[in-house]
């Protein structure tokens, strides 16, 4: 069982517990406010009201004892900086830390956490790129150059097989799924035959998934 501290219960934090718990993994919920400890104590393994930017109390709870700590306290770039340090001094194994612009992921990188996300951003971004193009259904991000995108099939792989169309070699997109009449088709085999109304699933880089979309 993976186990998770979590540091702050905004909406962020809150949402990672609850999603993380409901996985199986042990996870401690913290927050300075009580009725945030209280209204997530049901849904995680524990909740506590404690500062997360106190080391002596990150010790004493057993912080380094964590596979993973989240600093979810965006907004308060000091309480997110203390706790961050806290955390690395500690010696826990692997920190994200929830930052509220790109001046506090730089600070928050520095100080030796291992993953820094900006949440809004992250969601505009991915948001922008599936606006941008009429035909992407939703898109998921991997890195800054690779993603996963659910496109409607192309007119021309209609009727075609995959082996016929190759389009590993071709396009350089893996086709991970195929969504048909609200089934999902995992790994399709090479004998499987595109039909009108099939939603792909592909993983590729950006310049191979524009290629796609352009079909």
């Keep these: 069982m993976r186990s998770y501290i979590v540091i702050g219960l905004g909406r962020f934090g809150s949402e990672a517990a609850i999603e993380l718990t409901a996985q199986g993994c042990d996870v401690l919920a913290m927050d300075m406010r009580a009725e945030l400890v209280q209204q997530i104590s049901a849904n995680v393994t524990h909740a506590v009201v404690a500062d997360g930017k106190d080391k002596e109390v990150l010790k004493a709870l057993g912080a380094k004892d964590f596979e993973c700590a989240i600093v979810a306290i965006g907004d308060d770039l000091t309480a997110s900086v203390l706790a961050t340090m806290n955390l690395k001094e500690l010696g826990v194994p692997y920190i994200v830390a929830k930052a509220h612009d790109e001046t506090h992921r730089r600070v928050l990188e520095k100080l030796g956490a291992d993953r820094v996300v900006i949440p809004e951003k992250e969601y505009a971004d991915r948001l922008a790129k599936s606006l941008s193009s009429a035909n992407v259904l939703d ?42 009449n609200e089934k999902f088709i995992v ?29």
């Design 139 to 180: 898109y998921i991000e991997l890195s800054e150059d690779y993603g996963i995108v659910e496109v409607p099939a192309p007119r021309i792989w209609l009727g075609k097989s995959l082996k016929e169309l190759n389009v590993r070699a071709k396009l350089g997109v893996n086709i991970l799924a195929v969504r048909r």
């Design 187 to 215: 790994s399709p085999a090479a004998d499987f035959q595109f039909a009108a109304g099939d939603i792909v699933v592909l993983l590729g880089d950006n310049i191979a998934v524009k290629a796609v979309q352009k079909l």
